[in-house]
């Protein structure tokens, strides 16, 4: 047969997925060859029958089907399954007697026995052909899409793309809450729903299911607070005083949710008080410290050992449910609401049989809790108020209980676990010994009442910590040093979750358990799913289900089985097994694959050699006489089976076998050759995996685990070092998990797809390479800090002198090998796994063609593994040699200077480097080490940062010194090498170091090539330590040869900090700075500009008093034009200063806002005092000009009140009279002489009184008082804004300088400060972004003045005081600041008038004289620009009117006003107009009655009224209608209806700013009048002014403008003086002729 199978093999062309099946197990079975056409990808096995998935998705079926109704013998070779020829099956599954297909697109075909309604088909006993079936939700018409199907006897589970599981078929296995079997349509088990499922088994009666922990790493879907069937909320809230209440006693009525029952220990089977005091099994909380329980295994009894349960492991769930005796996990409450039925039940219970009780609670006996999501919080009613009857041991446990639970609310898992030590058996021991310890009290004590119920619920609810006993308080914080966990919390791969396969999984199982075959300890059967808990932790990946026994296979390559044993399937002697136990194997075997028949059990596993073997325990086959006995002399025990698994002679020879089924009493492999070593490759790859992850479990268990829960280990390591051991061990656990989630990655390729394409460690290097790197340096930092060394004290009291152990695992061949070596060979180990990545990726290689993209996905990918296990080696030289540096260093200075991450470069205690000029017997020593250079000397030592030194040869002279520059921020070394080599090798590596420090800080460029000098421009970090201004800064940002240099971040000890530009070591330019002020607790804050250190150019100051300064900084100081404002914050309007300061003080023109006082005072300063001219304004309407000294009213001036009471005379004190003066009253009177005291409060008087009026003779003293002669003149006022902006042009003094600088200056500014801007968080409006885009243009300055050139500059000008950033725009911005805070407010005042209109037009001036500056071939005020001679006259026509010239030559006037009032007036002109409108408020007043009393009278009577000529007057013809286009006839009564368009035009007078557009509406206002004269005398027409005057005064009435006074006024004193004699003058002076004839107007 051998022979044959040979030949066969090499005749036939297949070499991939070949078929070889044989029964059982004896010396003589041998295996066939299935043959089919294509290779096998899939094999499943039923009672008598088996299906076959082949490449192409073809499915094949041999063996018994008595459903084939046209089968009369069983086929001796496969036949296919024609019904299926159009689908792409992708996955295939066969239960007892039935079978079953899952397609590409998710659908399920079923065929087969039908009886119990496996088939999901209703109606039908069977199916003889694959048929398809529907998974559709409740209400939902689209089938749900499946991945993976498992049948058994009666019953089959699908696993969906959701991952949730769906059953059908009968029987208690199914997992759903049927009253009725067969269930036809599949149903989702709803007590997975929300978990996340891997994979599904089934036995013939049980079933199985693999579920991802919803852990750290899982995915929680949302909880469930609402009952699945009756829709009821499962948890209620009560508040009582001083309590809340919680109590989840729901009461299903639509169906009885399975409680959970005690696993019986095996001393009691099952007692009858089991339904009662559920003990369970679904998690572990105790306070007990358990005992051992002898039937535990020996090997888990061990592991456990080493820590006292306090709290056993939680498990991954959020917040797990307890293993106490007295609580529930399950959501709903218990089948037996009241507490009297329970007291009765008990009481029946005590003395009844154990048979009776199994039959009258048959149902119960079932029940379990499912411990899903959902029930985490809730604690049951029935148990609680058993409590007291489970007496001392409940309640601690209770209380145990809640404080698990409010360690959940507060810590994460991976802590909890930390807290419950490692302990993977304790769980079950408490377990056990907890339900033999409630059976014993059970049916004892009496039930108490519900003050018990009340407190143990209060004690569950989280931040209610004081009630927690103080015993289990201190029990929970004891041992600080083991509280760490050795399980990652996130998975290796947070961000790859669903690549990575999860090794954190869960079991469970549900159905008929009489065998044991449910792993719960006991042989119950369950109804719904339940978690095995002793398989938690254990990270099972695969299980498989037998007929009645199930198999776990774990990621650390071990196998867990139980159930019956009868044939010795299990592969151990524990007969049955109610709990998973580890079959046994020899050391060394490493089971990859597993599955179970109905009496036997095939495991694939690892040997020693590169292709895999078979082991196989259970049923023996009987075959010829002899070779029996044989047999059974040698492994059997009568029974006939093994009783530990067996090797299989025969599986060398089936080749590289990829998975092994077992079903029924039948054996198949699936096998592949290996050609070009492709697959012995890939199995090797894997298997070495497998073998790495073993060997890393070990190590954490019997090294890692063992030296972190040492009492004594911080105080041998110190708190540094065990800081560190735990971040090593933290590391390795990740690498471990890494390789554990590669491992079954593997696993997996090999059982389905063995190709390249999905290998892990190809398509995420990136993740293993920085896992290794990690790891590397965390093992490095610990050798360096002498943790290896430091271990041995440890090490020997775990194991032993001759630690036989740590050789073992670290490989070590030598013999007495120290301790501290054997460690760090132990840890380094991984290192060497990164080489084996890198020859196996090679060897995968070369069996691809070189041009494929395969072969070069897998050499680059070694090629990387190649690099970094050279990179490690090079990391692990240099601890090594920093290590024995330190040994050998002197003591003093080890202990600063030694930090994990430092590593020895070089040193030259051989004097190959010293200072220039050193003294004779001075000793200098220098160390670099990758993070700093240390000057050491006797006893003191110094320590250079690299990222802050920068180092340089000094030129070779012909004193032959081999000299180097070391420049750092605060010292500069001349460093001497004693040769020109060593000279070189220190720059070299001193550049290296500084190169790889900066680059390792995150430097832009990715890492230079060695050759290359470190950038002598850098981003780092330093502090000074040198006294002076820096002395303990910190500074972070840019550098430059070794100076702050760029953007950066200044902060002192003392809380000043500094953000902003640097310029060689000096803040310059913009830059935030921010001082704190110890007497107010707040911060004294600057934002502006720097010059060399100090604060220079524009910035704000807000002081910690509430002081806020706007304006110039010069060296630091106020200086310049700048705002004051001030005042306690809870006043809106503090008091205001602006103007000039000179070192600090207000020196200069300025005004003075005193709100406090109502008081403003403009005029001079100096040394923050009022001194010189000034004038004052209050609230109350007095108004003072004259003198000032020493900040008050001394000397000559003038006092006007607000009813014209006026003083001219000498003063001596603000508001005192003292010496001579006049005092004249509103009505001409005056008094002379001398006065003496305040204004407003009784004046002493010595003089004359005289009263004008009666002597004509003094007629010519009728005195009106002259204002503005003691006040500063106009253009005194803000110079320092001025020379502001003059400076701003590079100009020292008022047009002094060069204009071409000037225009570089205003390029400069616009271009810096728009990218300040930028940076900033504001976004600049698109218009304002567009003006500075326009202004970045220089228009062009030089060459003569044309009117087109003229315009242009217009438009520069108006764009240019648009935006602040230019320094005309600044300028304007100021002087409309300036004007508005002098003239508004108190600063309305009548008799500022004058004032403000001379402001204005010294501003006029000025502004004119820069723009004159900056296009210098502007013509002066009032010179001419000649007209070009081609225009045509229409042209001239639609020039704009402000600047028509009246002059009879064609030209242009250039005035100030023409080109700066339109920029400057629109700003100024609401406190200018209040100012006119309070003067003129008079003569308004008398005009505007006149207005409204002559506006009353009907257009005709008001035009007669006031002379118009009857020839203007619109005629009136009322018979006809009017023709289209024609206005209304006037007759006599109608109003408003004369000259209204020309009314409408003048109205536009209020709506314009500058006189000469106010002008222009005058102008249109007459062409309105005459265009309507004229079309009423139809012919053309001249005016003269007797003709016109009334017609212009009829439309002024009418037009009705409120305040034409003030208008009349503003247009006189700042229209264009070139105007006034023109047509525009003529039309100006018409205008006010109408106003003073309105005010006089009579009415007769």
């Given at each position: 047969m051998e022979a044959q199978e040979k030949s066969s093999a090499d005749d036939d062309g297949g070499e991939r997925g070949l078929l070889h099946s044989w029964r059982g197990y004896s010396y003589s079975v041998v295996p066939e060859r299935l043959l089919l056409p294509r290779p096998v990808l899939q094999v499943a096995l039923g009672a008598q029958h088996g299906v076959l998935l082949a490449e192409g998705g073809q499915v094949y079926t041999f063996g018994e089907m008595p459903w084939k109704q046209t089968q009369a013998s069983p086929p001796t070779k496969p036949t296919p399954e024609n019904a299926l020829s159009g689908q792409r099956v992708v996955a295939v599954a066969a239960g007892s007697f039935h079978s079953g297909a899952v397609t590409e697109d998710g659908s399920v075909h079923m065929w087969g026995d039908n009886a119990a309604g496996q088939c999901g088909l209703s109606g039908l006993s069977c199916v003889p052909n694959p048929t398809p079936v529907a998974l559709l939700e409740p209400g939902g018409a689209q089938s749900v899409p499946v991945v993976e199907l498992a049948c058994g006897e009666k019953h089959s589970l699908a696993l969906s793309a959701q991952r949730e599981v769906w059953a059908w078929g009968s029987g208690c296995q199914l997992g759903l809450n049927a009253a009725v079997f067969p269930v036809w349509k599949p149903q989702k088990v709803e007590q997975l729903a929300g978990r996340w499922v891997l994979q599904v088994a089934c036995g013939a009666s049980h079933s199985l299911a693999l579920v991802r922990c919803v852990g750290p790493d899982g995915i929680q879907r949302p909880p469930v607070d609402k009952c699945n069937q009756c829709n009821q909320l499962l948890y209620t809230m009560t508040d009582k005083e001083d309590h809340v209440i919680i109590s989840d006693g729901h009461y299903c009525p639509m169906g009885v949710e399975a409680r959970e029952d005690p696993p019986p220990s095996q001393t009691l089977k099952a007692s009858p008080s089991e339904p009662i005091l559920p003990s369970h099994s679904s998690s572990a909380s105790t306070a007990a410290t358990p005992t051992p329980d002898p039937t535990a295994d020996p090997e888990e009894f061990q592991k456990a050992g080493t820590t006292t349960a306090t709290l056993p492991p939680s498990d991954s769930d959020p917040a797990p449910p307890s293993k106490a005796a007295a609580s529930t996990s399950s959501a709903k409450s218990s089948p037996y609401p009241g507490e009297k039925e329970v007291k009765e039940y008990l009481r029946k219970l005590s003395d009844a049989s154990q048979t009776e009780a199994k039959m009258a609670n048959g149902g119960l006996h079932t029940l379990q809790t499912p411990s899903s999501g959902r029930g985490q919080s809730a604690l049951n009613h029935l148990v609680v108020s058993c409590a007291s009857a489970v007496g001392e041991r409940v309640a601690s446990t209770y209380e145990a209980l809640s404080l698990k639970r409010m360690m959940n609310f507060y810590l994460p898992s991976s802590r909890l676990e930390a807290l419950g030590g490692a302990s993977d058996g304790g769980a079950e021991r408490v377990r056990r010994e907890e339900s033999v310890q409630a059976k014993k009290s059970s049916s004892t004590g009496d039930i108490h009442e519900e003050e018990a119920d009340g407190l143990r619920r209060r004690l569950s609810l989280p931040g209610l910590l004081s009630q927690v006993s103080p015993r289990l308080l201190r029990k929970m914080g004891r041992s600080r040093t083991r509280a760490f966990a050795l399980t990652p919390t996130g998975g290796g791969v947070p961000e790859d979750q669903e690549v990575f396969p999860t090794l954190q999984t869960e079991v469970w199982s549900w159905g008929h358990g009489e065998h044991g075959e449910l792993g719960h300890g006991d042989n119950l059967d369950r109804l719904q799913p339940l978690c095995i808990k002793s398989l938690n932790k254990k990270e099972v990946i695969r299980v498989s289900a037998g007929a009645h026994h199930s198999v776990a296979l774990t990621a650390q390559s071990q196998v867990y089985s139980w159930g019956s044993n009868l044939s010795g399937q299990l592969g151990h002697m524990d007969t049955p097994s109610t709990v998973p136990r580890l079959a046994k194997l020899s050391e060394g075997i490493r089971v990859w694959d597993a599955s179970a028949g109905e009496r036997h059990t095939l495991l694939l596993a690892d040997g020693d050699c590169i292709q895999p073997i078979i082991y196989y325990s259970g049923q023996q086959v009987k075959e010829a006489g002899g070779e029996e006995e044989e047999v059974e002399e040698e492994d059997e025990?009568?029974?006939?089976?093994?009783?530990?698994?067996?090797?299989?002679?025969?599986?060398?020879?089936?080749?590289?076998?990829?998975?092994?089924?077992?079903?029924?009493?039948?054996?198949?492999?699936?096998?592949?050759?290996?050609?070009?070593?492709?697959?012995?490759?890939?199995?090797?790859?894997?298997?070495?995996?497998?073998?790495?992850?073993?060997?890393?479990?070990?190590?954490?268990?019997?090294?890692?685990?063992?030296?972190?829960?040492?009492?004594?280990?911080?105080?041998?390591?110190?708190?540094?070092?065990?800081?560190?051991?735990?971040?090593?061990?933290?590391?390795?656990?990740?690498?471990?998990?890494?390789?554990?989630?590669?491992?079954?990655?593997?696993?997996?390729?090999?059982?389905?797809?063995?190709?390249?394409?999905?290998?892990?460690?190809?398509?995420?290097?990136?993740?293993?390479?920085?896992?290794?790197?990690?790891?590397?340096?965390?093992?490095?930092?610990?050798?360096?800090?002498?943790?290896?060394?430091?271990?041995?004290?440890?090490?020997?009291?775990?194991?032993?002198?001759?630690?036989?152990?740590?050789?073992?695992?670290?490989?070590?061949?030598?013999?007495?090998?120290?301790?501290?070596?054997?460690?760090?060979?132990?840890?380094?180990?991984?290192?060497?796994?990164?080489?084996?990545?890198?020859?196996?990726?090679?060897?995968?290689?070369?069996?691809?063609?070189?041009?494929?993209?395969?072969?070069?996905?897998?050499?680059?990918?070694?090629?990387?593994?190649?690099?970094?296990?050279?990179?490690?080696?090079?990391?692990?030289?240099?601890?090594?040699?920093?290590?024995?540096?330190?040994?050998?260093?002197?003591?003093?200075?080890?202990?600063?200077?030694?930090?994990?991450?430092?590593?020895?470069?070089?040193?030259?205690?051989?004097?190959?480097?010293?200072?220039?000029?050193?003294?004779?017997?001075?000793?200098?020593?220098?160390?670099?080490?990758?993070?700093?250079?240390?000057?050491?000397?006797?006893?003191?030592?110094?320590?250079?940062?690299?990222?802050?030194?920068?180092?340089?040869?000094?030129?070779?002279?012909?004193?032959?010194?081999?000299?180097?520059?070391?420049?750092?921020?605060?010292?500069?070394?001349?460093?001497?090498?004693?040769?020109?080599?060593?000279?070189?090798?220190?720059?070299?590596?001193?550049?290296?170091?500084?190169?790889?420090?900066?680059?390792?800080?995150?430097?832009?460029?990715?890492?230079?090539?060695?050759?290359?000098?470190?950038?002598?421009?850098?981003?780092?970090?330093?502090?000074?330590?040198?006294?002076?201004?820096?002395?303990?800064?910190?500074?972070?940002?840019?550098?430059?040869?070794?100076?702050?240099?760029?953007?950066?971040?200044?902060?002192?000890?003392?809380?000043?900090?500094?953000?902003?530009?640097?310029?060689?070591?000096?803040?310059?330019?913009?830059?935030?700075?921010?001082?704190?002020?110890?007497?107010?607790?707040?911060?004294?804050?600057?934002?502006?500009?720097?010059?060399?250190?100090?604060?220079?150019?524009?910035?704000?100051?807000?002081?910690?008093?509430?002081?806020?300064?706007?304006?110039?900084?010069?060296?630091?100081?106020?200086?310049?034009?700048?705002?004051?404002?001030?005042?306690?914050?809870?006043?809106?309007?503090?008091?205001?200063?602006?103007?000039?300061?000179?070192?600090?003080?207000?020196?200069?023109?300025?005004?003075?806002?005193?709100?406090?006082?109502?008081?403003?005072?403009?005029?001079?300063?100096?040394?923050?005092?009022?001194?010189?001219?000034?004038?004052?304004?209050?609230?109350?309407?007095?108004?003072?000009?004259?003198?000032?000294?020493?900040?008050?009213?001394?000397?000559?001036?003038?006092?006007?009140?607000?009813?014209?009471?006026?003083?001219?005379?000498?003063?001596?004190?603000?508001?005192?009279?003292?010496?001579?003066?006049?005092?004249?009253?509103?009505?001409?009177?005056?008094?002379?002489?001398?006065?003496?005291?305040?204004?407003?409060?009784?004046?002493?008087?010595?003089?004359?009184?005289?009263?004008?009026?009666?002597?004509?003779?003094?007629?010519?003293?009728?005195?009106?008082?002259?204002?503005?002669?003691?006040?500063?003149?106009?253009?005194?006022?803000?110079?320092?804004?001025?020379?502001?902006?003059?400076?701003?042009?590079?100009?020292?003094?008022?047009?002094?300088?060069?204009?071409?600088?000037?225009?570089?200056?205003?390029?400069?500014?616009?271009?810096?400060?728009?990218?300040?801007?930028?940076?900033?968080?504001?976004?600049?409006?698109?218009?304002?972004?567009?003006?500075?885009?326009?202004?970045?243009?220089?228009?062009?300055?030089?060459?003569?003045?044309?009117i087109e050139r003229y315009h242009s500059i217009r438009l520069y000008l108006l764009k240019a005081c648009d935006t602040t950033l230019h320094p005309l725009g600044r300028l304007v911005e100021t002087l409309v600041t300036v004007y508005r805070m002098t003239y508004v407010g108190v600063g309305a005042n009548r008799r500022l008038l004058p004032q403000a209109v001379n402001e204005i037009k010294s501003y006029l001036c000025r502004i004119f004289q820069i723009v004159r500056f900056l296009f210098p071939?502007?013509?002066?005020?009032?010179?001419?620009?000649?007209?070009?001679?081609?225009?045509?006259?229409?042209?001239?026509?639609?020039?704009?009117?402000?600047?028509?010239?009246?002059?009879?030559?064609?030209?242009?006037?250039?005035?100030?006003?023409?080109?700066?009032?339109?920029?400057?007036?629109?700003?100024?002109?609401?406190?200018?107009?209040?100012?006119?409108?309070?003067?003129?408020?008079?003569?308004?007043?008398?005009?505007?009655?006149?207005?409204?009393?002559?506006?009353?009278?009907?257009?005709?009577?008001?035009?007669?009224?006031?002379?118009?000529?009857?020839?203007?007057?619109?005629?009136?013809?009322?018979?006809?209608?009017?023709?289209?286009?024609?206005?209304?006839?006037?007759?006599?009564?109608?109003?408003?209806?004369?000259?209204?368009?020309?009314?409408?035009?003048?109205?536009?007078?209020?709506?314009?700013?500058?006189?000469?557009?106010?002008?222009?509406?005058?102008?249109?206002?007459?062409?309105?009048?005459?265009?309507?004269?004229?079309?009423?005398?139809?012919?053309?027409?001249?005016?003269?002014?007797d003709d016109l005057f009334p017609v212009f005064l009829y439309v002024v009435l009418r037009a009705r403008i409120r305040n034409l006074g003030s208008e009349v006024s503003l247009i006189e004193d700042l229209m264009d003086p070139c105007v006034q004699h023109g047509e525009h003058g003529i039309m100006f002076t018409t205008l006010k002729a109408c106003y003073y004839q309105i005010q006089h107007e009579k009415v007769t």
């Amino acid at each position: 047969m051998e022979a044959q199978e040979k030949s066969s093999a090499d005749d036939d062309g297949g070499e991939r997925g070949l078929l070889h099946s044989w029964r059982g197990y004896s010396y003589s079975v041998v295996p066939e060859r299935l043959l089919l056409p294509r290779p096998v990808l899939q094999v499943a096995l039923g009672a008598q029958h088996g299906v076959l998935l082949a490449e192409g998705g073809q499915v094949y079926t041999f063996g018994e089907m008595p459903w084939k109704q046209t089968q009369a013998s069983p086929p001796t070779k496969p036949t296919p399954e024609n019904a299926l020829s159009g689908q792409r099956v992708v996955a295939v599954a066969a239960g007892s007697f039935h079978s079953g297909a899952v397609t590409e697109d998710g659908s399920v075909h079923m065929w087969g026995d039908n009886a119990a309604g496996q088939c999901g088909l209703s109606g039908l006993s069977c199916v003889p052909n694959p048929t398809p079936v529907a998974l559709l939700e409740p209400g939902g018409a689209q089938s749900v899409p499946v991945v993976e199907l498992a049948c058994g006897e009666k019953h089959s589970l699908a696993l969906s793309a959701q991952r949730e599981v769906w059953a059908w078929g009968s029987g208690c296995q199914l997992g759903l809450n049927a009253a009725v079997f067969p269930v036809w349509k599949p149903q989702k088990v709803e007590q997975l729903a929300g978990r996340w499922v891997l994979q599904v088994a089934c036995g013939a009666s049980h079933s199985l299911a693999l579920v991802r922990c919803v852990g750290p790493d899982g995915i929680q879907r949302p909880p469930v607070d609402k009952c699945n069937q009756c829709n009821q909320l499962l948890y209620t809230m009560t508040d009582k005083e001083d309590h809340v209440i919680i109590s989840d006693g729901h009461y299903c009525p639509m169906g009885v949710e399975a409680r959970e029952d005690p696993p019986p220990s095996q001393t009691l089977k099952a007692s009858p008080s089991e339904p009662i005091l559920p003990s369970h099994s679904s998690s572990a909380s105790t306070a007990a410290t358990p005992t051992p329980d002898p039937t535990a295994d020996p090997e888990e009894f061990q592991k456990a050992g080493t820590t006292t349960a306090t709290l056993p492991p939680s498990d991954s769930d959020p917040a797990p449910p307890s293993k106490a005796a007295a609580s529930t996990s399950s959501a709903k409450s218990s089948p037996y609401p009241g507490e009297k039925e329970v007291k009765e039940y008990l009481r029946k219970l005590s003395d009844a049989s154990q048979t009776e009780a199994k039959m009258a609670n048959g149902g119960l006996h079932t029940l379990q809790t499912p411990s899903s999501g959902r029930g985490q919080s809730a604690l049951n009613h029935l148990v609680v108020s058993c409590a007291s009857a489970v007496g001392e041991r409940v309640a601690s446990t209770y209380e145990a209980l809640s404080l698990k639970r409010m360690m959940n609310f507060y810590l994460p898992s991976s802590r909890l676990e930390a807290l419950g030590g490692a302990s993977d058996g304790g769980a079950e021991r408490v377990r056990r010994e907890e339900s033999v310890q409630a059976k014993k009290s059970s049916s004892t004590g009496d039930i108490h009442e519900e003050e018990a119920d009340g407190l143990r619920r209060r004690l569950s609810l989280p931040g209610l910590l004081s009630q927690v006993s103080p015993r289990l308080l201190r029990k929970m914080g004891r041992s600080r040093t083991r509280a760490f966990a050795l399980t990652p919390t996130g998975g290796g791969v947070p961000e790859d979750q669903e690549v990575f396969p999860t090794l954190q999984t869960e079991v469970w199982s549900w159905g008929h358990g009489e065998h044991g075959e449910l792993g719960h300890g006991d042989n119950l059967d369950r109804l719904q799913p339940l978690c095995i808990k002793s398989l938690n932790k254990k990270e099972v990946i695969r299980v498989s289900a037998g007929a009645h026994h199930s198999v776990a296979l774990t990621a650390q390559s071990q196998v867990y089985s139980w159930g019956s044993n009868l044939s010795g399937q299990l592969g151990h002697m524990d007969t049955p097994s109610t709990v998973p136990r580890l079959a046994k194997l020899s050391e060394g075997i490493r089971v990859w694959d597993a599955s179970a028949g109905e009496r036997h059990t095939l495991l694939l596993a690892d040997g020693d050699c590169i292709q895999p073997i078979i082991y196989y325990s259970g049923q023996q086959v009987k075959e010829a006489g002899g070779e029996e006995e044989e047999v059974e002399e040698e492994d059997e025990r009568p029974g006939g089976y093994t009783q530990q698994p067996v090797l299989l002679p025969f599986c060398m020879n089936l080749g590289f076998v990829s998975s092994v089924v077992a079903g029924g009493r039948r054996c198949v492999a699936l096998s592949d050759r290996n050609v070009m070593g492709f697959i012995s490759s890939l199995h090797e790859l894997a298997s070495a995996e497998r073998k790495f992850y073993c060997k890393l479990c070990d190590v954490k268990s019997q090294v890692l685990r063992p030296l972190l829960e040492l009492e004594s280990l911080s105080s041998a390591l110190g708190p540094a070092a065990t800081e560190l051991l735990q971040t090593l061990a933290g590391r390795f656990s990740l690498l471990s998990h890494l390789t554990g989630q590669h491992a079954a990655s593997l696993t997996a390729n090999l059982r389905r797809g063995r190709d390249v394409s999905s290998l892990l460690v190809l398509e995420h290097a990136s993740i293993f390479l920085d896992v290794y790197n990690d790891y590397c340096s965390t093992v490095g930092n610990f050798f360096v800090m002498g943790g290896f060394h430091a271990l041995t004290k440890p090490s020997l009291d775990i194991f032993g002198k001759s630690p036989e152990l740590l050789q073992r695992l670290s490989e070590c061949s030598e013999e007495n090998t120290a301790t501290s070596d054997l460690l760090v060979a132990l840890f380094y180990l991984p290192t060497q796994h990164l080489h084996e990545y890198g020859r196996l990726l090679l060897k995968l290689a070369t069996c691809f063609e070189v041009s494929s993209s395969d072969y070069q996905k897998l050499q680059d990918s070694c090629s990387k593994f190649e690099a970094l296990t050279l990179q490690l080696k090079r990391k692990r030289k240099e601890a090594e040699y920093t290590f024995h540096f330190w040994k050998s260093f002197p003591g003093k200075m080890t202990d600063s200077l030694r930090k994990p991450h430092r590593r020895l470069i070089y040193e030259s205690s051989n004097k190959s480097l010293t200072v220039q000029n050193a003294g004779r017997f001075s000793v200098n020593w220098f160390i670099l080490f990758n993070d700093s250079l240390v000057h050491a000397q006797f006893s003191t030592h110094h320590i250079f940062a690299l990222t802050t030194l920068w180092v340089e040869p000094t030129p070779e002279d012909d004193s032959g010194l081999h000299g180097l520059k070391v420049v750092t921020p605060e010292e500069t070394l001349t460093l001497l090498a004693s040769s020109s080599a060593e000279k070189t090798k220190w720059l070299r590596a001193i550049n290296q170091a500084v190169d790889q420090a900066l680059s390792g800080a995150g430097r832009d460029a990715g890492g230079s090539a060695s050759k290359s000098d470190p950038p002598i421009s850098r981003t780092a970090s330093y502090t000074f330590y040198k006294d002076g201004r820096l002395k303990d800064a910190t500074y972070e940002g840019r550098w430059l040869a070794g100076k702050p240099h760029g953007r950066g971040i200044l902060k002192w000890p003392d809380g000043r900090i500094y953000t902003g530009s640097f310029k060689s070591g000096l803040e310059d330019g913009f830059g935030e700075f921010a001082c704190p002020n110890k007497l107010l607790s707040k911060d004294d804050l600057y934002q502006g500009y720097w010059k060399e250190g100090k604060m220079h150019g524009l910035g704000t100051y807000r002081y910690a008093s509430g002081e806020v300064y706007d304006g110039s900084f010069q060296d630091g100081v106020r200086q310049g034009h700048g705002m004051l404002r001030s005042g306690k914050h809870n006043t809106s309007s503090p008091s205001v200063f602006i103007g000039q300061w000179l070192q600090d003080k207000k020196t200069g023109y300025g005004v003075f806002d005193d709100i406090t006082k109502g008081e403003k005072y403009m005029g001079m300063w100096q040394d923050h005092q009022r001194q010189g001219k000034g004038v004052v304004v209050t609230q109350f309407g007095l108004y003072y000009e004259g003198a000032f000294k020493d900040n008050k009213m001394m000397g000559t001036g003038i006092l006007l009140s607000e009813d014209d009471t006026t003083y001219e005379g000498e003063f001596s004190d603000d508001w005192t009279l003292s010496g001579k003066g006049i005092l004249t009253i509103p009505n001409g009177d005056y008094l002379e002489g001398s006065f003496n005291g305040e204004w407003g409060s009784g004046l002493k008087v010595t003089g004359s009184y005289f009263k004008p009026n009666l002597f004509d003779a003094e007629k010519d003293r009728n005195r009106a008082v002259k204002l503005g002669r003691l006040s500063v003149r106009a253009e005194e006022k803000w110079q320092a804004v001025f020379e502001e902006c003059w400076n701003q042009l590079g100009c020292e003094a008022p047009g002094q300088g060069e204009h071409l600088k000037a225009w570089e200056n205003i390029a400069v500014a616009l271009t810096s400060r728009r990218q300040q801007i930028q940076d900033s968080p504001e976004v600049l409006s698109r218009s304002h972004s567009k003006t500075l885009e326009g202004l970045e243009v220089i228009p062009q300055h030089e060459g003569p003045i044309t009117i087109e050139r003229y315009h242009s500059i217009r438009l520069y000008l108006l764009k240019a005081c648009d935006t602040t950033l230019h320094p005309l725009g600044r300028l304007v911005e100021t002087l409309v600041t300036v004007y508005r805070m002098t003239y508004v407010g108190v600063g309305a005042n009548r008799r500022l008038l004058p004032q403000a209109v001379n402001e204005i037009k010294s501003y006029l001036c000025r502004i004119f004289q820069i723009v004159r500056f900056l296009f210098p071939d502007l013509p002066e005020e009032g010179g001419l620009i000649p007209e070009p001679t081609a225009n045509l006259p229409e042209e001239n026509q639609e020039t704009p009117a402000d600047t028509r010239s009246e002059s009879p030559k064609p030209g242009r006037v250039v005035s100030s006003s023409a080109l700066l009032l339109p920029v400057l007036l629109p700003r100024l002109y609401p406190p200018l107009f209040t100012l006119y409108a309070l003067e003129k408020e008079k003569e308004d007043d008398m005009y505007w009655e006149c207005v409204l009393r002559l506006n009353k009278q009907p257009d005709l009577a008001l035009l007669a009224f006031l002379g118009v000529q009857q020839k203007f007057w619109p005629v009136s013809i009322p018979n006809s209608l009017p023709a289209p286009g024609e206005k209304l006839p006037v007759i006599s009564s109608s109003k408003d209806a004369c000259f209204a368009s020309a009314v409408e035009t003048l109205q536009q007078i209020s709506t314009t700013f500058t006189p000469s557009d106010k002008l222009q509406v005058i102008q249109l206002t007459f062409e309105e009048i005459t265009q309507e004269v004229q079309s009423l005398l139809k012919q053309d027409f001249l005016w003269s002014m007797d003709d016109l005057f009334p017609v212009f005064l009829y439309v002024v009435l009418r037009a009705r403008i409120r305040n034409l006074g003030s208008e009349v006024s503003l247009i006189e004193d700042l229209m264009d003086p070139c105007v006034q004699h023109g047509e525009h003058g003529i039309m100006f002076t018409t205008l006010k002729a109408c106003y003073y004839q309105i005010q006089h107007e009579k009415v007769t």
